[in-house]
């Protein structure tokens, strides 16, 4: 479900990928159930595709990754979380306009 520049990842490969990443990443928190997720997906690609090269783009499904939303307290999906330097600047609950995910990314840069 992600779009070309939006990476999948998991619990295994968070640390990684996000926490130690020498660029803002947006992390969406979503499930395959999620109607909200699905409405905000091309957005969330589009914007990755936008700002390839200045932020990293990735999804973490809840079902399959359970410590990581728990760790973050992630309640309802989609939570839109924006990392820089290894800590949430930036928090998107629900399904918003893409302006207003964009806006949270310009905060970043």
């Known amino acids: 479900m992600a779009g070309a520049d939006v990476i999948n990842i998991g619990d295994g490969d968070f640390k990684q990928q996000v926490l130690d990443s020498q660029e803002p990443v947006l992390?969406?928190?979503?499930?395959t159930w999620c109607a909200p997720c699905r409405a905000i997906a091309p957005?969330?690609?589009a914007?990755?595709?936008q700002y390839k090269g200045k932020v990293k783009f990735a999804k973490v499904n809840i079902d399959e990754n359970q410590?990581?939303?728990q760790q973050y307290?992630?309640?309802?999906?989609?939570?839109?979380l924006v990392f820089k330097g290894g800590q949430v600047?930036?928090?998107i609950v629900g399904a918003v306009?893409?302006?207003r995910i964009e806006d949270a990314i310009k905060k970043t840069l």
């Open 27 to 31: 992390v969406d928190f979503w499930a």
């Open 89 to 91: 600047v930036e928090q």
């Open 47 to 49: 914007l990755a595709t």
């Open 43 to 45: 957005s969330v690609d």
């Open 97 to 99: 306009p893409k302006s």
């Open 67 to 69: 410590d990581t939303p």
């Open 73 to 80: 307290g992630i309640r309802s999906i989609p939570t839109l």
